[in-house]
């Protein structure tokens, strides 16, 4: 018998090259003030990819195809438990290809504001003061091509208390 899902298992859609990667202005969870990718909880009744493609298209306004699944990561956040969130997250990553939709870099007031919209950043811009630890592990596959599947204990997480993202600096898609 399967039993209830105790740890959440999400989906996340890389949209990238080795020189930049599409990431979210995130305002909300554990990841809030930093760049996060597209990325959701997976419920049953919908497949996984499209699950990612659809959140994608929410979360940044692109509309994408998976090309490819590159794996599983779990991440263990302890510094989460206090703040009375997982601190356990199960994400699968898929390697996605735009095929149209327009970038939205400012989040329409009319929708529930999850991130101030999304944004196309140069690696080189991405580090762990700014970004989520699922947009490190992207930015890994992007910079080397290869995709490490062991579990990233990351003791020292704490949630942004500021944004980290400069509008000014980010050039549009």
């Not at 909300?28 to 497949?47: C, E, H, I, Q, V």
């Not at 929708?111 to 944004?119: K, V």
């Not at 592990?137 to 990351?154: C, E, N, Y």
Request: hydrophobic share 45%.
């Amino acid at each position: 018998m399967i039993g209830e899902q105790n740890t959440p298992l999400f989906v996340c859609g890389i949209v990238g090259d080795q020189q930049t990667m599409i990431v979210n202005k995130c305002l909300t969870g554990p990841f809030k003030n930093r760049y996060d990718l597209a990325t959701a909880p997976w419920t049953s009744g919908t497949t996984l990819g499209v699950a990612v493609s659809r959140i994608t298209k929410l979360q940044t306004g692109l509309t994408t195809v998976v090309s490819k699944q590159l794996g599983t990561v779990q991440f263990k956040l302890p510094g989460l438990t206090s703040l009375g969130l997982p601190s356990t997250m199960i994400s699968i990553f898929y390697l996605l290809e735009p095929v149209g939709g327009q970038l939205m870099v400012k989040r329409p007031a009319y929708t529930a504001a999850l991130s101030a919209g999304a944004a196309r950043v140069p690696l080189s811009q991405l580090n762990w003061q700014n970004s989520s630890p699922t947009v490190m592990q992207a930015k890994r596959f992007l910079m080397t091509g290869a995709f490490p599947i062991a579990d990233q204990p990351i003791a020292a997480y704490q949630v942004a208390e500021k944004t980290a993202w400069v509008d000014a600096d980010l050039a549009d898609y």
